[in-house]
């Protein structure tokens, strides 16, 4: 998949799926990619991905043809700037909490005239030279994708207005933050942390602009899908994590029925 056709995609409402890789691993991100996610979000804010481990990540995902975007860990321009010349192809700016702050976010993501992105021709997002400037900066604006996440007391109370900012491609909530914030840590399922987060949909709906949001089972995703979810993620580590517990309980309960039917045939 493309960075144009994700985007196209979010536009029409489609599901998109992907996971959250916080790991330092081209390989792992390789691998995630082959799996066959519709995109990969590298964590610079929750993981020790650094600018430099980050364009390997890219270039794996690049090989396997799997869109890259980064969370960054603050949304200080030239933060955004640097993900997005090593080959990102759109970035998710934490702790959205006003129209101001979000329209900045957009800015940093495009070229002029659009925003107020630092143009190089050099650099692993525009082939290191090999694609013209000109078509490098309308790809760019045209598929670059800015993912905002709404996840505190103040964004949720702008919420509207930050969905109607222009420019703004998807509201990302973030459940564990967002319950936090409201004063039920961890607690997602609260009933008012639930409110929270169907103002957010709300607030998606009624501007156009997609939605996205944590979803660990296929429970989850049939849950917010149903709200009008259209970005789905879930977390590579605890994917991992659960995979190997349940392949090992798998094994351990094998390995244990096997030495009692093993006991039994000797005792014959």
């Known amino acids: ?29 390789e691998i995630a990619g082959l799996a066959g996610y519709d995109f990969l979000l ?19 995902c690049r090989v396997v043809n799997v869109p890259a975007l980064a969370r960054v860990p603050e949304d200080h321009p030239k933060t955004i700037l640097r993900a997005l010349d090593v080959g990102c192809v759109g970035v998710m700016v934490p702790q959205i909490e006003s129209p101001q702050q979000a329209a900045a976010a957009v800015a940093a993501t495009k070229y002029a005239p659009a925003g107020t992105r630092s143009l190089a021709g050099a650099t692993a997002a525009a082939w290191w030279g090999k694609v013209a400037l000109p078509d490098h900066v309308k790809a760019s ?28 491609d998807v509201l990302f ?3 564990s933050d967002l319950s936090q914030s409201l004063g039920h840590t961890g607690a997602v399922s609260h009933p008012d942390v639930q409110a ?6 709300g607030a998606g709906r009624e501007a156009g602009v997609p939605v996205g949001i944590l979803a660990l089972t296929a429970d989850d995703v049939r849950t917010y899908r149903a709200l009008g979810a259209t970005m789905f993620m879930d977390s590579l580590p605890r994917l991992l994590l659960r995979t190997c517990q349940g392949q090992l309980q798998g094994m351990r309960d094998a390995a244990i029925r096997g030495a009692g039917s093993a006991s039994s045939s000797g005792d014959r």
């Open 196 to 201: 929270a987060i169907r103002r957010i949909f």
């Open 1 to 29: 998949m493309t960075a144009t056709s994700l985007k196209e995609r979010l536009q029409r409402g489609e599901p998109v799926l992907g996971t959250i890789m916080p790991l330092p691993s081209p390989e792992v991100a």
């Open 141 to 168: 604006n045209a598929a670059t994708l800015s993912v905002l996440q709404i996840e505190t007391r103040r964004g949720l109370e702008a919420v509207e207005a930050i969905a109607r900012t222009p420019g703004v």
């Open 42 to 60: 590298l964590d610079m804010e929750h993981g020790p991905v650094t600018p430099h481990v980050l364009e390997g990540l890219v270039r794996a």
């Open 173 to 175: 909530v973030g459940p």
